[in-house]
């Protein structure tokens, strides 16, 4: 970042009194950064000695492993303190504005490189595009459709009027490039506070003539945060071993929904969740709605930061009470039992991170205080009173949890895999040699045409059936799913019924349409399940008709070469379960709907065309979106290993032809240098295998 160095004259006393002890809690993730830089060091020996088609397989694994980011999405309201706790994970208490426009719907990818120096390594900032900006100012957003289609005309011209009011200001604020600005991006080599508060921060009114330029080089803050829909950092940071990337979700609790789908989207592409919740504060509406959201992930995927434990009088008798709480209240939402709960305080962290320890309120210190005296044990007494405080400060513990998750859920899954796949390479090279001398004695050269050609054949036989059964098993998904929704709907209605008859039109009618999401999420399981089952099946013949290929081509010679049986991607999370539905609304437009209507059969018509109306987009993404990416990702897979042994068959035959020239092959001595580097690459590669 464009900002000055820790330690001045003026700051030298609090830059000294800064924790020392900003990795604890990261040893799982620090071990993992090591045995990804032997596997990086053995991928790159082993691209020495590799030739042409096996270079290509490895430079491909090679980046697989450099690509690899662990990401972590941070999920809960406006002012729960997301921002304040990603700065201080990421070690830097000023990093990113904490008082982020809840007018806007920005997610903030943080992506973190390990390194002591803040050094700037870049910022893009994504605008909207203008699908997205004309569906939020014509509709009023998704919650303006419901309002339309239930025909709350006065809570439709509501929120248009704000809609409206938005898009005005960002026309002020931008003049003429407002419509230019439409589905493109900003990018820097660098990024500091001024910069983000331009495109992610809250910003003053401006007074400006329709259609002037005001999108000039002013450092006005909120100038484009309206039309911004995600922005992408880039830094090192003091706290990480190893490269991982922290998602700032927009608060969910968004008067237009708008940000309900970016959270949706940001979770999806993101196996770690952190949902940070306040001490302080009673589980709300809008926390239910990120626990239905995250109820639909697996619950190693889900940590819990109850935050701002500092605002509680005695947070070490209340905090098993407000643990309990949450822990029934995951239960009676069918949320993950066994979420991992931290308790802590973003404000004790970045207290210590700015060396202002003495600047706490007297509150806060008693609290920190009372706290200390619960949780200090002898042996960790005697450190600094910095590092006390970010220990004490929870997030340690917070960090320490995504550690291990990153690495055995992630990080180790991905080392082994691309270990497997370089194996496989490995030893095809031996092959090629082996192949390469009886290629000099022999008369009759290997066709290599013919070779390609059933390679082809295996190829396109393995991704039809492939596709074939995956297709089969997602027209059966839809059709269980079409049934799960004719029958929430059957039984939603017959329970309007019976309110109606029970208790009349004058007592609201509240259902919990969890039942819906129950059966879809049931029969999401059984197609995951099911397309692993299929594909496990159909990678297993795909390597053993390329197996009995390679024989009948080169013989004896391929029988060292390692194939295996590549692993079965996990089936995507159904995120999508978590969207809100018609009828998880009991105030405003919902129960002003309900009072307009007379009559028992108008409740039940109307609430059926509403209910088919809310969830057509509801049932598209799971009939449709969530199958084609599981599709997606298990065709990808095959397509892969193909993409593998293809390069692997180019060096076989090459080495087979009769015609090479001798002349251009390697000394004994090269040759010898060379079986040893690969000798070693491949101990390490097999070592991670394993």
Known sequence: MNIEADIVPTTEIRASARPTNLRAGMDDLAAFADRARQLGEALDSLSQVAEKGAARSVKRLKDQLDEFEPSVTILGQVKSGKTSLINAMAGWADLLPADVNPWTSVVTSLHLEPGRSRKETGARFQFMAEDEWNRLTTKGGRMGELAGRAGADSELQKLQAQVEMIREKSRARLGRNFELLMGQKHEYGYFDKNLLERYICLGDDFDLEEG?????????????????????LYLNCQTVPFRMCLRDTPGVNDTFLLREQITIKAVRDSRLCVVVLSAGQALTSVDMGLIRLISNLNSRDVIIFVNRID????????IAEIEDSIRQTLKDHHGPHDTEIVFGSAYWANKALTGELQEMTEDHSKTLLDWAAANLTPGRSDQSPANMVWDLSGVPALLNAISQRAVVHLGDPCLTEIASAAVTVATSQAASKSIRLHAQKSATPVSGKELLAGFDRVEQKSLAALDAELERLMVDYQQRADRAHATFVDRATHSLIKHLEDWGEHVVWEYDPSGLRILLRSAHSLLGSRSQTAAKKLYEQAIRDIAELLVSGFGDAVEGIQIGIPDVPETPPPVALGQTIALDFNDGWWVNWWRRKRGYAAFAKQFKQLIASETEQFMVQMKEDQPAENRAVLMGKLQAEFDGYR???????????????LKAELSGEDESRQREVLDGALTTLRAFAA
Do not use: C, V
């Not at 002037?212 to 945060?225: H, K, L, P, Y």
């Not at 605002?311 to 209340?318: G, K, S, T, V």
């Not at 390069?647 to 020239?661: K, M, W």
């Open 647 to 661: 390069n692997i068959l180019y060096d076989l035959i090459e080495n087979a032809s009769a015609d090479r020239d």
């Open 311 to 318: 605002e509680l009088p005695d947070p070490a008798n209340q």
């Open 212 to 232: 002037s330029d005001a999108a000039g080089t002013g450092d006005e803050q909120g100038r484009f945060a309206d039309i911004t829909r995600s922005a992408d």
